[in-house]
């Protein structure tokens, strides 16, 4: 096991200290670089945090676990891919080879902020049991299978998780009416 | 496979192309189960709208706590400034160490040319030496971007390349290795090869070369323009 996999495995348990020093350890240097593309200071943190989001996800994915690169390098990669989307967002011209290599697999949902039932299941989320939640956000936000999310909170068979999994989706749906 | 195994296996990643076909046929063909997928995207959004909201807040009180902590430490700071002048005056008309500015002013630059986004295995010889750079093994990055600009004469190889000796310790090389740059091309490269050398300059006691190359930088804008001019005014 490399360092790079020691971290990611921290960040998928949301290990405090871990993103903690994720963010402080790479914070300058990212400003650093990405002080040519004339963003205000605040602009900058706030694409920063979303990069380091996006890691965080990504790792709880499991997109990253065979990660061949360092995490900083990771990291930075999201940083300037989120930067273009932001510079093209507002019509600026950007030199494109700047840009070329970089592809992630990042869902950027902002259209769909507006979206209502969205926001009013955003609401109702929040209002669920813990075992509900649990179960919707491993499947859903997380990525995993029904057979692993059997295992991680110890259902006796698929059919049960699957049971439970349809009626968390019903009281999410009253919840959010 | 019926309708339900379908949008499992859909928001489990695992549909086939073929799979996804008929997906999309059930979804075109049956409204109410067009509306019941529709409803489970939104659920998913609405996670993890949810679960950024909550991260981002943290990160945030991260950087709300920094800012409280140097508003202190600028009051310490002013305090012992006050000593400090108390004490001895003529400490202050000494021209600062070249050698204590360039620690104070230098920073590793980070790897922004080949990131490995998708954990794909790529060993091909950037790659490599980028992997080197990030993990901190300078002697080994130098020697593999030294090889990548020996074959391709990119700029960035021989950037990180200078990079790597500066992180060495070896500033008087890495100033003979930026040589081979033309200063007077105007690429990305050009305002951190500027700055760069002229820290290096710095560090081997160069005022004056160190100074001209600052001026050029505070001249125009760039992205190193302000470091430059503060940096400048120290040298003063």
């Known amino acids: ?177 | 496979m019926d309708k339900e195994q379908l949008v499992e296996r859909y928001f489990e990643n695992q549909l086939s192309e073929e799979e996804h076909k008929i997906l999309q046929n059930y979804l075109d063909t049956d409204a109410s189960f067009a509306e019941e997928f529709a409803f489970q995207k939104n659920v998913k959004q609405a996670i993890a709208l949810n679960e950024r909201a909550e991260l981002k807040q943290k990160l945030q009180s991260f950087e709300s706590s920094k800012s409280t902590k140097r508003w202190i430490s600028k009051w310490s700071v002013a305090a012992s400034i006050a000593v400090v002048l108390g004490i001895g005056y003529w400490f202050m008309s000494q021209s600062p160490d070249t050698n204590e500015l360039y620690d104070q002013y230098y920073q590793s630059y980070p790897n922004v040319v080949a990131p490995t986004v998708r954990g794909e295995n790529k060993t091909d010889l950037k790659s490599q030496a980028f992997y080197e750079y990030d993990s901190g093994n300078y002697q080994k990055a130098y020697e593999l971007f030294s090889q990548l600009y020996a074959i391709d004469k990119d700029d960035y190889a021989l950037f990180y390349s200078s990079l790597s000796l500066i992180e060495l310790n070896k500033s008087q090389e890495a100033i003979a290795l930026m040589d081979q740059f033309d200063l007077n091309k105007d690429n990305g490269f050009t305002p951190y090869f500027k700055w760069y050398k002229a820290l290096s300059y710095l560090k081997v006691g160069e005022k004056e070369k160190a100074t001209k190359l600052l001026q050029s930088l505070s001249e125009n804008q760039n992205p190193q323009q302000e470091q430059a001019q503060k940096l400048l005014k120290e040298l003063d």
């Not at chain 1, 990669?77 to 070329?100: C, R, V, Y």
């Open chain 1, 1 to 177: 096991m490399n360092e790079s996999s020691v971290v990611i495995d921290l960040l998928k348990k949301n290990d405090e200290k871990t993103i903690r020093a994720v963010y402080n350890d790479n914070k300058n240097g990212f400003i650093l670089f990405a002080k040519r593309y004339n963003l205000s200071h605040d602009d900058l943190i706030d694409v920063y945090q979303d990069a380091i989001i996006a890691l965080i996800e990504n790792a709880k994915k499991g997109k990253i676990d065979d990660l061949k690169s360092s995490v900083t390098t990771y990291l930075f990669g999201i940083g300037k891919f989120m930067i273009f989307q932001k510079l093209k967002k507002e019509g600026k011209t950007i030199a494109m080879d700047d840009f070329e290599k970089v592809e992630i697999v990042y869902d950027d949902y902002s259209e769909e902020e507006t979206n209502l039932q969205v926001k009013l299941l955003q609401n109702g989320f929040k209002k669920l049991g813990e075992q509900c939640r649990k179960v919707l956000q491993l499947f859903y936000y997380e990525e995993k299978k029904l057979d692993e999310i059997q295992t991680l909170l110890g259902y006796t068979n698929k059919d049960v998780l699957k049971s439970q999994k349809s009626r968390c989706l019903k009281q999410l749906k009253e919840l959010s009416k």
